[in-house]
């Protein structure tokens, strides 16, 4: 947070945050509208997936805002598209599938990194 590259939204590869941290949040800011005699309608929250997921186009944009330019901007590039992954149960493969614009190849030594 020292340089402000990551929004206190992130919780995600952070130290000292969790996903238990960004439940706790949600809960702690319903309760606040709660006490405060305000309604709360619903509350959804799906956590499954939210720190597998990087949208590609934003990432790069980042990447060259901050200077990481040329051969390894193109590196990057590379390694996040037209990726495609299956995922493997008892010795049994699914489908090669896209893994879109968004997510990052799971079991990658790049995925934290990224993120």
Do not use: W
């Amino acid at each position: 947070m020292t340089n402000n590259l990551l929004n206190r939204q992130q919780f995600a590869y952070q130290p000292g945050r969790s996903t238990t941290d960004a439940a706790r949040e949600v809960v702690d800011r319903v309760t606040a509208h709660l006490e405060g005699g305000r309604h709360v309608a619903a509350v959804f929250c799906d956590l499954s997936r939210a720190f597998e997921m990087i949208d590609h186009s934003l990432l790069l944009a980042k990447l060259s805002y901050y200077g990481f330019t040329g051969s390894f901007h193109s590196a990057i590039a590379s390694f996040l598209g037209n990726r495609k992954q299956r995922t493997y149960v008892l010795n049994t493969g699914s489908d090669l599938e896209p893994i879109g614009d968004c997510a990052v190849p799971q079991g990658s030594v790049m995925g934290n990194n990224l993120f």
